[in-house]
Nanobody
Framework: EVQLVESGGGLVQAGGSLRLSCATS????????IGWFRQAPGKEREGVSC????????YYADSVKGRFTISSDNAKKTVYLQMNDLKPEDTAVYYC??????????????????????WGRGIQVTVSS
C-alpha cells in the first residue's frame, strides 16, 4: 500500500523559509513520480512541483520558480520541498502525491491534479504578511 506522510509545515512570516518532507513507503521509489500540490481556501488544487528519477527532471509551477526547490533522498525514500522567500499567497494546504512514472509520462504533466493515484493527508503552510 502506497503511503505518503507530509511534515514540516507551519506558520512563517513573509520572506521566511520552510522545508516540507514527504516520507514514502509501499512502492518502488525509483519508478514513481512524486509531487507537491497545494490548495488554498476557495481555490482549486494546483501542482507546485514534482520529481522523477525514471522520467528525469523536475517541474515547477511558474509561481514558485526560483523560490522552491524539490529534491529526493532515495535511501530514505523521502522527497523534500524547500520553500524560500515565502509569500502570503503561498498559504495553503500542501499535499504530497505519487503515481507510477509511465502513467505520468512527462514531468511537464505535473501541473494537473488528475495524475496522482495516491495522496498524503496534507499539511498546512501559513505565511503571514
Amino acid at each position: 500500500e502506497v503511503q505518503l506522510v507530509e511534515s514540516g509545515g507551519g506558520l512563517v512570516q513573509a520572506g521566511g523559509s520552510l522545508r516540507l518532507s514527504c516520507a514514502t513507503s509501499g512502492f518502488s521509489f525509483y519508478g514513481y513520480v512524486i509531487g507537491w500540490f497545494r490548495q488554498a481556501p476557495g481555490k482549486e488544487r494546483e501542482g507546485v512541483s514534482c520529481i522523477s528519477s525514471s522520467l528525469g527532471g523536475t517541474y515547477y509551477a511558474d509561481s514558485v520558480k526560483g523560490r522552491f526547490t524539490i529534491s529526493s533522498d532515495n535511501a530514505k525514500k523521502t522527497v523534500y520541498l524547500q520553500m524560500n522567500d515565502l509569500k502570503p499567497e503561498d498559504t495553503a494546504v500542501y499535499y504530497c502525491a505519487a503515481e507510477e512514472a509511465p502513467l505520468v509520462s512527462n514531468v511537464h504533466n505535473c501541473w494537473s491534479p488528475l495524475w496522482p493515484a495516491s495522496w498524503g493527508r496534507g499539511i498546512q503552510v501559513t505565511v503571514s504578511s
